[in-house]
T-cell receptor, first 116, second 117 residues
């Protein structure tokens, strides 16, 4: 079974600075998807960014980018120019492409605080 | 992405009672899932809601405790039965894929925050 590990329970960063959140995963599959979700105090899960394992190019979405290292099974999230609205819990998640096993497997989460 | 509406958004329930959570999507979707998030924890999949057939439950979750329905491609319900304080959690509906395709991204509703007293 796949597992996802986020080793940083909490992180903090100064507003306008850059922060990187770590995520590692374990799988024997060669094709899969990886995601970062954000959960603000409103508790809604918001998709931040998605990476397809077959793509070598790292995904980017405005101020958010990932460093996907497939061999190392590492998938970190970089947030540039941090804003107060980025404060939230961030969850890394894995999704198989195998029929019947397409659930999301989540890491434990990282609570990100933005200091003004 | 699909717009997902969950009701109720929040409720306080008496021990021993049951509550049904509704999930409505604004378009037909291939897959619907129900997750639980206990206080301070990550998300855990309860079951995959299958249209027109019994849901597929994850280990540790049973149909008698969490009956699920999915009568069509846009609607599902999750019932939390015979509630105890340990069932106090956020329950999230999620969907994937426009009908006819698997879709690679899962989107979430706003969640239903249940407190059992």
């Amino acid at each position: 079974a796949q597992t996802v590990t986020q080793s940083q329970p909490e992180m903090s960063v100064q507003e306008a600075e850059t922060v990187t959140l770590s995520c590692t995963y374990d799988t024997s599959e060669s094709d899969y998807y990886l995601f970062w979700y954000k959960q603000p105090p409103s508790r809604q899960m918001i998709l931040v960014i998605r990476q397809e394992a077959y793509k070598q190019q790292n995904a980017t979405e405005n101020r958010f980018s990932v460093n996907f290292q497939k061999a190392a099974k590492s998938f970190s999230l970089k947030i540039s120019d941090s804003q107060l609205g980025d404060a939230a819990m961030y969850f890394c998640a894995y999704r198989s492409v195998i029929q019947g096993a397409q659930k999301l497997v989540f890491g434990q989460g990282t609570r990100l605080t933005i200091n003004p | 992405s699909a717009v997902i509406s969950q009701k109720p958004s929040r409720d306080i329930c008496q021990r021993g009672t049951s509550l049904t959570i509704q999930c409505q999507v604004d378009s037909q979707v291939t897959m619907m899932f129900w997750y639980r998030q206990q206080p301070g924890q990550s998300l855990t999949l309860i079951a995959t809601a299958n249209q027109g057939s019994e849901a597929t439950y994850e280990s540790g979750f049973v149909i008698d405790k969490f009956p699920i329905s999915r009568p069509n491609l846009t609607f599902s319900t999750l019932t939390v039965s015979n509630m105890s304080p340990e069932d106090s959690s956020i329950y999230l509906c999620s969907v994937s894929g426009q009908w006819g395709s698997s879709g690679n991204t899962i989107y979430f509703g706003e969640g239903s925050w249940l407190t059992v007293v």
